[in-house]
C-alpha cells in the first residue's frame, strides 16, 4: 500500500509542476508587433489620419511610444500616442496632415512580463500611389471610434485561458483520482 500512496503524491506533484509551468508561460512570452497601419513599406495616396500598431498581447505605453518622423527627422505625428480604450494591445498616434515623403515610425512598449520591446518601420506618402491603398491595409480600428468592445485577454472564441488551464486541471486530477480508486 506505501508504493501506492506514493504514486498518488508522485502524480500530484507532476500535476502540480505542469500546472505552475502553464501558469507561468504567458508572462514568459514578450509583446510581438503582429500589425500595422500603414503597413510596413506601403506607400499611400493620402497621408493617413492615424498610424496603429496591434500586437499579440495587452501592453503598457510611456514616455512618447510611438513617434512618426519624416526624412529629415522631423516628429509629424500629433504627439498624442496612447492605447486604444476598445483593445489594450492596440497603440495608435494621430497623424498631421503632411505632403508626399517618406515617414519612419519608431515604437516602444512595454511586454505584459515588463520587458521593453521597440521597433522601427517605414512608409510613404506618395501623390502619384493611385490603387496602392491596397498594399497600405485597413485601418485596425476605425477612426472614428468604434463602440464595439473588443474584449481583451480573451482568446479567440471567447474562453480565457484560465478556463482551458482550469480545464485541464479538473481533468488531469480526475484522471489522477480515477487511476487510484482503480488500484485499489
Not at 23 to 28: E, F, I, V
Not at 95 to 122: I, L, Q
Request: overall charge negative; aromatic content about 8%; proline content about 6%.
Amino acid at each position: 500500500m506505501p508504493l501506492g500512496r506514493f504514486s498518488y503524491l508522485a502524480a500530484l506533484l507532476v500535476l502540480s509542476a505542469i500546472w505552475l509551468l502553464l501558469l507561468c508561460a504567458p508572462a514568459l512570452a514578450h509583446a510581438r508587433l503582429l500589425e500595422t497601419y500603414p503597413a510596413e513599406e506601403a506607400a499611400l495616396a493620402e497621408p493617413p489620419e492615424q498610424v496603429q500598431l496591434r500586437f499579440n498581447e495587452p501592453i503598457e505605453a510611456a514616455f512618447s511610444p510611438l513617434k512618426v518622423s519624416d526624412q529629415q527627422g522631423n516628429r509629424v505625428d500629433e504627439d498624442n500616442a496612447r492605447i486604444s480604450s476598445n483593445d489594450a494591445r492596440l497603440l495608435m498616434v494621430d497623424f498631421k496632415e503632411h505632403p508626399k515623403g517618406s515617414y519612419t515610425v519608431e515604437w516602444r512598449v512595454t511586454s505584459a512580463d515588463a520587458h521593453p520591446v521597440n521597433g522601427t518601420y517605414s512608409f510613404a506618402v506618395d501623390g502619384s500611389a493611385v490603387g496602392s491603398e491596397e498594399d497600405a491595409g485597413e485601418p485596425i480600428e476605425p477612426i472614428e471610434r468604434s463602440t464595439k468592445k473588443e474584449e481583451g485577454g480573451f482568446l479567440e472564441g471567447g474562453i480565457t485561458q484560465t478556463a482551458i488551464l482550469s480545464a485541464l486541471l479538473i481533468g488531469a486530477l480526475a484522471v489522477a483520482g480515477f487511476v487510484v480508486l482503480r488500484r485499489r
